[in-house]
Nanobody, 123 residues
């Protein structure tokens, strides 16, 4: 099993920045990469799935949701034991609980979630 612990969330003003971290431990043999997702109370109430934000794979390839392109940057340490999400120019609509999640080569083959870290952007 893989354990994930997010940190770095907090309260920030519009236009501010935060860096989230996802510490990874356990048996990571199935892991091909790590994604960040986010969820808001409204989306949850509407039974919508968590919104994809970004991911990075073992080779360092990255992908971003259109809503965060140019503002968020994902990175990983050399040992692949931590993934970071640098967020700048934050907007009120970025307010959400942010989760990191592992993924495997095969869809659903290595899905582990962290407990989340709250980001609140005040206007």
């Amino acid at each position: 099993q893989v354990q994930l612990v997010e940190s770095g969330g907090g309260l920030v003003q519009v236009g501010g920045s935060l860096t989230l971290s996802c510490e990874i431990s356990g048996d990571t043999s199935c892991m091909y990469g790590v994604s960040w997702y986010r969820q808001t109370p409204d989306r949850q109430a509407a039974k919508k799935e968590r919104e994809f934000v970004s991911h990075i794979d073992r080779a360092g390839a990255t992908r971003y949701a259109d809503s965060v392109k140019g503002r968020f940057s994902i990175s990983q340490d050399n040992a692949k034991t931590a993934v970071h999400l640098q967020m700048i120019s934050l907007k009120p609509e970025d307010t959400a609980m942010y989760y990191c999640k592992t993924f495997g080569v095969i869809d659903g083959g290595c899905d582990y979630w962290g407990q989340g870290t709250q980001v609140t952007v005040s206007s």
